[in-house]
């Protein structure tokens, strides 16, 4: 019990913005030469693989409509972005149709601290969702935010308005850039850490941002949709 409060103290602490851990906007903007070169990659790398993706979409499609004839195949929900810009953000469907109604039914069943809901066996997810969601398959219509400019292929996962709700201000750091469809969390820990290890793992990415770096991630992404990591 002793180390669980010396715990919760030491994460109030280090989670209050102090000079030392507040990320400089400013610095961020300045870095103009990157972020015209990230956008311009990402718009033409999305649209790329969207042509050459129509195969693995149709397919996706038709197991899906299989699966639950009576639902859509595409998923969109109300994300936040940089600044705490909503945008509509799409997916593969993965879940049953009243998936959102029936979350309120589970949080307490939450397997992670903070602003995040995980479930490893979640009852909503169909049988096609596993396996879509197992390979990151059902994260492929998130390109079409890219091109939208909502989204970029790197960056922070996008949160839902309930998550930003729940934020320190600590925590809001994450969206001072561009969400991602993957980023240092998709491509490592994932979903063996909670809420709070993610956050560490964006402030690090913002930080250490840079072409080389989202290769790596990018390079990364690609060989965990071959051989997944912990997804669910």
Not at 118 to 127: A, C, F, I, Y
Request: with cysteine; hydrophobic share 40%; charged share 25%.
């Amino acid at each position: 019990m002793q180390n669980e409060e010396h715990s919760r103290k030491d994460f109030r602490h280090y989670h209050s913005l102090t000079n030392n851990n507040i990320i400089n906007k400013d610095q961020i903007e300045k870095r103009i030469f990157y972020h015209f070169f990230k956008k311009s990659f990402d718009e033409l790398l999305s649209v790329v693989a969207i042509i050459l993706l129509i195969p693995v979409f149709i397919i996706i499609a038709i197991l899906i409509k299989f699966d639950d004839p009576k639902g859509p195949i595409f998923y969109s929900q109300i994300r936040i972005g940089k600044n705490g810009h909503p945008f509509k953000m799409y997916k593969f469907r993965s879940m049953v149709v009243n998936a959102d109604k029936e979350l309120e039914k589970l949080l307490g069943q939450n397997e992670v601290e903070g602003a995040m809901f995980k479930m490893e066996s979640d009852p909503r997810v169909t049988r096609v969702g596993k396996f879509i969601r197992k390979y990151s398959i059902d994260e492929l219509p998130q390109l079409i935010n890219v091109i939208k400019g909502d989204m970029s292929l790197v960056g922070p996962r996008p949160p839902l308005r309930w998550e930003v709700k729940k934020y320190t201000e600590y925590d809001k750091q994450r969206l001072l850039v561009i969400p991602g469809c993957t980023g240092l969390w998709q491509v490592g820990e994932r979903n063996n850490v909670g809420f709070h290890e993610m956050v560490e793992l964006d402030l690090k990415y913002i930080r250490k941002a840079g072409i080389l770096f989202d290769f790596y991630i990018l390079i990364k992404t690609i060989t965990i949709m071959i051989f997944p990591n912990n997804a669910y």
